[in-house]
């Protein structure tokens, strides 16, 4: 786990190659392991591999989502607000999972921003999926979690980055 943990990269690069099958289903599993307040299960998940729709979906935040038209599937990673009052916190949980899952599988994933962002100063960015995707105003959209094989290679973490400093015992800045 913990080598995972210190392998895992954003990658944003992807081959056009894809995924098989069996990953998918995986990485769909995995994204159901992941726990929720309650047992609530607020957390819903949009599975994209049409080229097109990656294509619009990719459009949503310009500068910090056009890799998204490259990936092979792109995870639209929801909450439903009726059932849980935490789905933030449920969502962002499955989301780091599919992430984690994704490089044991050997893929790269990109986990891109949409609650709290816009498209552009009318709409917001998850207004702007809403509407290419069709689901209810009490769904609510954390982020997109884009995949595919790696084009791109990126260094593991050290242990000199990780910010010791950023950790307390018995106390804070002891
Ligand atoms: C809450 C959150 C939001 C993020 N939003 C975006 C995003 O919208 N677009 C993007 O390209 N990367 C996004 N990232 C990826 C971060 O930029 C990336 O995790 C960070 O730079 C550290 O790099 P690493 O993932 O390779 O360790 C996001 C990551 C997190 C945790």
């Given at each position: 786990m913990l080598d995972i943990l210190y392998q895992r990269r954003s990658i944003r690069k992807y081959e056009k190659k894809p995924?098989?099958?069996?990953?998918?289903d995986q990485l769909i599993k995995a994204a159901l392991l992941a726990p929720s307040a309650r047992s609530a299960m607020?957390?819903?998940?949009?599975?994209?591999?049409?080229?097109?729709?990656?294509?619009?979906?990719a459009k949503v935040r310009a500068g910090a989502s056009s890799f998204l038209?490259?990936?092979t599937l792109g995870i639209v990673v929801i909450g439903d607000s009726s059932v849980s009052d935490v789905w933030v916190e449920d969502t962002s949980l499955a989301a780091i999972i599919?992430?984690?899952?994704?490089?044991?599988?050997?893929?790269?994933?990109?986990?891109?921003q949409i609650?709290?962002?816009?498209?552009?100063?009318?709409?917001?960015?998850e207004e702007y999926i809403r509407n290419i995707l069709g689901f209810p105003e009490n769904l609510k959209v954390?982020?997109?979690?884009?995949?595919?094989?790696?084009l791109e290679r990126k260094p593991?973490?050290?242990?000199?980055?990780?910010?010791?400093?950023?950790?307390?015992i018995n106390g804070y800045n002891k």
């Open positions: 995924i098989e099958k069996e990953k998918v607020s957390q819903r998940f949009i599975v994209v591999d049409d080229p097109v729709l990656l294509d619009k979906l038209k490259d990936a599919i992430q984690l899952a994704a490089e044991s599988l050997g893929l790269g994933s990109c986990w891109i609650r709290n962002r816009q498209h552009n100063e009318e709409v917001s960015a954390l982020c997109i979690i884009s995949l595919g094989y790696p593991a973490k050290k242990d000199d980055e990780l910010g010791f400093d950023r950790v307390s």
